[in-house]
């Protein structure tokens, strides 16, 4: 049984590898019932925190928060308290409560220093450094991420797309500090890597900041093109937060190319998604006087 375990746990971070996050779900799910009818409690808390990964990065999993805590005060597994400490920031971060989120990104970042573990921390890292860039910190967001680069050299397989993650994120705040043409240069990087993996799940948001740097440097067609396919990508994965920030930006980029009509078109769109507001022409009028580059929050 323990190799059916193994051999699960394989497959689940395979799936994971090639964006099968469904596929993801079941495996570890299944790995952790193996677990149980082995007796095994570490095995099994390592099995529930991986499939807790896969849901965190689907913007799910706020409900297992009671028992990844539970994990973290119980379990006597270095490795398993990480997990949890990890899943639980993560889980704190997509519920928006940011305190709490950074506390357990923390907390797992120290945990992964007591095991010596690089792949550990640089995942911890990536947390503590998406956390500051949320609130604007962008001296300690770059250190973070520059720490987590550099722990990511060498990487390969599905390291790789989480190392192209991580330069993204680097490139942004570089040109949140305007460094425009480096953090346009990594985020290229990024692009490039999980466009070769084949990493849809991933490439959208990398593109959405790639739209923004190019707006700010007055690149409008390859803002364009890039702020297009990043927002078919986030509908068809669902994610309405990029959406919106693509719809903003595809709406300034019509704005300094003169048209108008494209505008309001794009600004229109964006109304489905705030239907209690009902934004006015009004409204819109006073968006289309606005540089939509400094409303847009895309870390927000």
Request: charged share 30%; glycine share 6%; aromatic share 8%.
């Amino acid at each position: 049984m323990r190799e059916r375990y193994d051999e699960l746990l394989s497959l689940g971070e395979q799936a994971v590898g090639a964006d099968d996050f469904d596929r993801a779900l079941k495996v570890f799910a299944e790995a952790e019932s193996v677990a149980r009818e082995m007796g095994e409690i570490d095995l099994a808390d390592r099995a529930f925190c991986n499939r807790c990964s896969v849901l965190v990065e689907l913007d799910q999993g706020a409900e297992q928060i009671p028992k990844l805590k539970e994990i973290l005060l119980r379990s006597t597994d270095t490795r398993n308290q990480f997990l949890a400490a990890y899943c639980t920031g993560v889980a704190y971060y997509i519920s928006e409560d940011l305190d709490r989120a950074a506390n357990y990104a923390r907390r797992a970042t120290g945990l992964a220093g007591d095991l010596g573990d690089q792949n550990l921390e640089r995942r911890s890292l990536n947390l503590v450094g998406t956390l500051a860039a949320r609130d604007s910190r962008f001296d300690e967001a770059e250190e973070a991420f520059g720490r987590c680069l550099e722990a990511h050299r060498g990487a390969d397989g599905y390291q790789r797309v989480m190392a192209a993650q991580v330069e993204d994120n680097l490139g942004y705040v570089m040109m949140c500090t305007d460094r425009l043409d480096e953090g346009i240069r990594r985020c290229e990087n990024a692009r490039a890597v999980l466009e070769n993996m084949q990493s849809e799940h991933f490439l959208y948001e990398v593109l959405q900041d790639l739209c923004y740097g190019y707006v700010l440097v007055d690149e409008l067609e390859k803002a364009c093109s890039a702020g297009e396919r990043a927002l078919e990508l986030a509908i068809a994965h669902n994610d309405q937060q990029i959406a919106k920030n693509c719809l903003f930006l595809l709406s300034e980029i019509a704005v300094r190319r003169g048209d108008t009509f494209g505008a309001r078109r794009y600004l229109h769109e964006l109304t489905a998604y705030y239907p209690e507001a009902g934004i006015s022409e009004e409204i819109i009028d006073v968006f289309l006087a606005t540089d939509l580059t400094t409303v847009v929050n895309l870390r927000g």
